[in-house]
Every structure is written in C-alpha cells, then in structure tokens.
C-alpha cells in the first residue's frame, strides 16, 4: 500500500479507501498519527475536476499556450492537474490552515476520516497530496505521493520543512506535482510542475517549476529513491461528449 521511509517519510502508488494513512512528517510522529481514507466521499468532486480536465483538454488556445512551453509532459496530464488547482480553488477556497491548526486539529479527536479535515476547512500538504493521488489513480495516471521535505533558499540559506507532494515520471522525464503550492501569475493559477534531475544519491532533488521558473529541492527518505520503478504509461485525452455548462459543472 505504502513504502515506509528511513526518518518517517513514506510513498505510495496507490490510495484505497478505508484505509489508515500515516500524516505529518517524523518530528509529528508520524506513524502514531493516522488519518482514514474515505474516498467515495470525493467522487462528486473527482467528477467535477475530470469535467475540467476534458474542458481543458479540447480548448485548442491552452494546448497551443501549453506547447509554447515546451515542457515534455503529456498535454492531458496537465490538464488534469490544472483542474485539480482549479476546482480545488474554486469549491474549497480557504480550506488550507497552519502547520499548528492542522496539528491541533488532528490532537483533537482519536479517529478522523479526510472528509473530516475538508469540511473543517483543516488541510495541509498531506490531505491535498493525498486527493490529488486518488484523484490521478482515478484517472489510471500512474504518479506517486510522496510524504518527504521540501527545500529552498533564502538569503543564501537553505531552508527546508516537511512535506507532501506528488512524483510522477512521463515519457522517460521524472516530474514533481506540489498541488498545494500553485503558481499565481497574471490572476489565474496554474499547477507548479517541475523537472526534477535524475536520482543521482543525492538527498533532495534539485527541480526547476515550470512556469514561474523557481527553483525548489524536493526529497524523501533513503537517498530521494520515490522515482524508482515507477510506472510510465503513456496517457491519452479521454473523449469528452457531454455538454456542459460555462462553469464546467
């Protein structure tokens, strides 16, 4: 189900509903703080992000915008991940909390389902990451959640702190999804995707965003290895027949 990491980092290739998914990163104790998956509570707004998707993927404007970029990953992959940003925006626009909220939220009660923390407006990288995955696994998008840290610098200080985010290798590239960490640019928001360098042993992996060309270091436990043996099935448009209204409901 998932792969245990050295320093209580995890990965997992696919999330089943009703089972008990460790949160937060080891200096929670992550493996003492368990949250159940309960993802047929989802399937209305899966629906209403794949509709997104199929709306993004015939709009021939954004496929020539998207090829202007050159980034190597297949159109439709980052259609699905555009409408996740977007759907997840416009349903659930003030669901992310504070690293201290999210904890004491999860202190409050012995046994919490997901949906618990999306009604309570309690998310963090864990939950967003999680949903995107099921999401991706819905849509036979082979990706990977990742439960590891995330580095940057500042002031020619490299800071890191623990988090969730999404791998994912196409057409031989590796790729990092952070679906809580969009970019903002010209008032829309697009996902941030970046390439990632080839495991090299190194811890965190060095990546390059896409679109707003930031740079960020990506890494989970034992030597940065979740890009390892992950599937690369190449992914088609589905065919999209249904009318649908402006806003994509």
């Not at 209580?8 to 080891?26: E, Q, R, T």
């Not at 200096?27 to 899966?46: C, K, M, V, W």
């Not at 909390?97 to 998310?123: Q, W």
Request: hydrophobic share 30%; with cysteine; aromatic share 14%.
């Amino acid at each position: 189900m998932f792969k245990q990491l050295s320093g209580g980092h995890l990965y997992s290739d696919k999330i089943d509903n009703g089972i008990l998914f460790p949160v937060g990163g080891s200096s929670r104790g992550a493996s003492n703080i368990l949250l159940t998956i309960d993802i047929e509570q989802f399937e209305p707004l899966f629906d209403k992000i794949k509709k997104n998707a199929h709306l993004l993927m015939t709009s021939k404007p954004t496929k020539e915008w998207y090829e202007s970029y050159q980034t190597g990953l297949d159109f439709s992959v980052f259609c699905h991940m555009c409408a996740f940003n977007n759907v997840m925006r416009a349903y659930y626009p003030d669901i992310i909390t504070t690293g201290s909220e999210h904890a004491k939220f999860y202190r409050s009660k012995e046994e919490i389902k997901l949906s618990d923390v999306v009604s309570n407006k309690k998310c963090a990288c864990t939950e967003f990451s999680i949903l995107a995955q099921t999401y991706f696994q819905s849509q036979n998008i082979p990706t990977r959640y990742v439960g590891g840290e995330l580095g940057w610098y500042t002031d020619n200080d490299f800071n890191f702190e623990e988090h969730s985010y999404i791998a994912l290798t196409n057409k031989g590239k590796n790729y990092i999804y952070d679906p809580v960490n969009p970019v903002r640019r010209d008032k829309s928001i697009l996902p941030r995707i970046a390439k990632c360098n080839p495991v090299n042993g190194d811890y965190f992996n060095k990546t390059n965003s896409l679109f707003d060309n930031m740079t960020l270091y990506y890494a989970a436990g034992d030597k940065c290895d979740y890009l390892h043996n992950l599937p690369t099935t190449k992914i088609n448009p589905l065919l999209f027949g249904a009318k649908m209204g402006n806003n994509g409901k």
